[in-house]
């Protein structure tokens, strides 16, 4: 499975980016995919992540009710939605699949997202 992440840019503090993560190979429906973000100078932090079903998700609780994650299997994608956007979400966020209880095996290239004061 390979995943390109993409949607990033430049936004103002309170705007909204959607993210994509397109994969390619078979069976990513069956796969959980999650998001990242490496700030500079940070660790990788996790963002949340999405079930191959589409429908069960879970984030990491300071990113709650701002992030939203979904997928379309048919498109082979899954996107990340970020509203009210802080200069403290400026990373690059990357995403990664893998099996269901499972380690992410496949990660993207990432996509920097810069929020603007």
């Known amino acids: 499975v390979q995943l390109q992440a993409s949607g990033g840019g430049l936004v103002q503090a309170g705007g909204s980016l959607r993210l994509s993560c397109a994969a390619s190979?078979?069976?990513?429906?069956?796969?959980?995919v999650g998001w990242f973000r490496q700030a500079p100078g940070k660790e990788r932090e996790f963002v949340g992540r999405?079930?191959?079903?589409?429908?069960?998700?879970y984030y990491w609780p300071s990113m709650k009710g701002r992030f939203t994650i979904s997928r379309d299997n048919a498109k082979n994608t899954v996107y990340l939605q970020m509203n009210s956007l802080e200069p403290e979400d400026t990373a690059v966020y990357f995403c990664?699949?893998?099996?269901?209880?499972?380690?992410?095996?496949?990660w993207g290239q990432g996509t920097l997202v810069t929020v603007s004061s």
């Open positions: 190979g078979r069976a990513f429906s069956s796969y959980v």
């Open positions: 999405i079930n191959g079903n589409a429908i069960s998700t």
């Open positions: 990664a699949a893998g099996p269901y209880g499972g380690a992410y095996k496949y």
